[in-house]
């Protein structure tokens, strides 16, 4: 039996969660390591000991050089990259891999908000990633420029910067698709003052989206990260023979269900 190492998991705040993102790891037979280098938790000096890692968001920003730990998780990037261990930074994880590849991170030059669902739609070169159209759920006030040398997946109309991957392994995401019923009720409570804010959708309809379309999303996510993290297919398809993505079981049959979908329009 193939002994799986654990995937290495940085977290914010003490109160962050993997959410989604860690049920599926630990439904695919890896443990979390979960460390929060805010709170003085050490990072490893190198990858040999992990699978993988995984950077998720928090209310800071990859521009808050004056934060120890942030300048910290900038140079240790550098060693995560190094590895070639599959890298995985959604929000503020995507916003830290994007800096330390020379690209800038700021405010949407409007000021506007992504705070709730909103689309995003793959590139001609982000197809394999996400075959369509697909809501997300998003909680965020900067984004990114394009790193350069790294190919853009997905794009949205707010900010166009959604997905984009570096090298073979290393993919930065700007939504949170390990978001729960759970942690939306947690975020929109405790933040609810970043619901006033310009492009900011009302709780309400954070929760009703959510039931609508929390399940193509986490339909999506097991689908990616398995093949992210390079698991035996049996692994992953043992969870489909239960919960079937789609009839066929093809990308076609995929992107049919994504295309139905409409288009219009950090607690992390």
Same mark, same amino acid.
């Given at each position: 039996? +193939?002994?799986?190492?654990?995937?290495?998991?940085?977290?914010? #705040?003490?109160?962050?969660?993997?959410?989604?993102v860690g049920e599926v790891l630990k439904s695919l037979e890896f443990a979390l390591d979960v460390r929060c280098p805010a709170l003085g938790q $050490?990072?490893?000096?190198?990858?040999?000991?992990?699978?993988?890692?995984?950077?998720?968001?928090?209310?800071?920003?990859?521009? %808050? %050089?004056?934060?120890?730990?942030?300048?910290?998780?900038? %140079?240790?990037?550098?060693?995560?990259?190094?590895?070639?261990?599959?890298?995985? !930074?959604? *929000?503020?994880? &995507? #916003?830290?891999?994007?800096?330390?590849?020379? &690209?800038?991170?700021?405010?949407?030059p409007a000021g506007q908000r992504e705070i709730g669902y909103y689309p995003i739609v793959p590139t001609a070169a982000g197809r394999d990633l996400?075959?369509?159209?697909?809501?997300?759920? /998003? =909680?965020?006030?900067?984004?990114? @420029?394009?790193?350069?040398?790294?190919?853009?997946?997905?794009?949205?109309?707010?900010?166009?910067? #959604?997905?984009?991957?570096?090298?073979?392994?290393?993919? !930065?995401?700007?939504?949170?698709?390990?978001?729960?019923? +759970?942690?939306?009720?947690? =975020? +929109?409570?405790?933040?609810? %003052?970043?619901?006033? *804010?310009?492009?900011? #959708?009302?709780? &309400?309809?954070?929760?009703? /989206?959510?039931?609508?379309?929390?399940?193509?999303?986490?339909?999506?996510?097991? /689908?990616?990260?398995?093949?992210?993290?390079?698991?035996?297919?049996?692994?992953? !398809?043992?969870?489909?023979?239960?919960? $079937?993505?789609? $009839?066929?079981?093809?990308?076609?049959?995929?992107?049919?269900?994504?295309? /139905?979908?409409? @288009?219009?329009?950090?607690?992390?």
């Amino acid at each position: 039996m +193939t002994v799986r190492l654990p995937v290495l998991v940085l977290v914010h #705040q003490s109160t962050s969660s993997a959410g989604l993102v860690g049920e599926v790891l630990k439904s695919l037979e890896f443990a979390l390591d979960v460390r929060c280098p805010a709170l003085g938790q $050490p990072l490893p000096a190198t990858l040999e000991g992990h699978s993988a890692v995984v950077v998720f968001g928090g209310p800071m920003s990859a521009n %808050d %050089d004056h934060l120890d730990f942030i300048r910290q998780e900038l %140079d240790w990037i550098a060693i995560a990259l190094a590895s070639d261990k599959p890298y995985l !930074g959604i *929000c503020l994880g &995507a #916003q830290l891999l994007a800096r330390t590849l020379g &690209a800038a991170v700021a405010a949407h030059p409007a000021g506007q908000r992504e705070i709730g669902y909103y689309p995003i739609v793959p590139t001609a070169a982000g197809r394999d990633l996400l075959p369509g159209p697909l809501m997300v759920y /998003q =909680w965020h006030q900067e984004g990114f @420029t394009l790193p350069q040398g790294s190919h853009l997946l997905a794009t949205g109309t707010l900010f166009p910067h #959604q997905a984009f991957r570096y090298g073979r392994r290393a993919y !930065g995401l700007q939504f949170h698709p390990e978001i729960t019923a +759970t942690m939306v009720n947690h =975020w +929109t409570t405790e933040g609810a %003052d970043h619901l006033s *804010c310009p492009g900011a #959708q009302p709780r &309400a309809y954070h929760i009703s /989206q959510h039931r609508l379309y929390g399940p193509a999303v986490e339909r999506w996510l097991r /689908q990616f990260l398995a093949g992210w993290i390079g698991v035996t297919a049996s692994a992953e !398809g043992v969870w489909g023979q239960y919960h $079937p993505l789609h $009839p066929s079981g093809s990308a076609k049959g995929i992107a049919k269900g994504y295309d /139905q979908l409409p @288009t219009k329009t950090e607690l992390g």
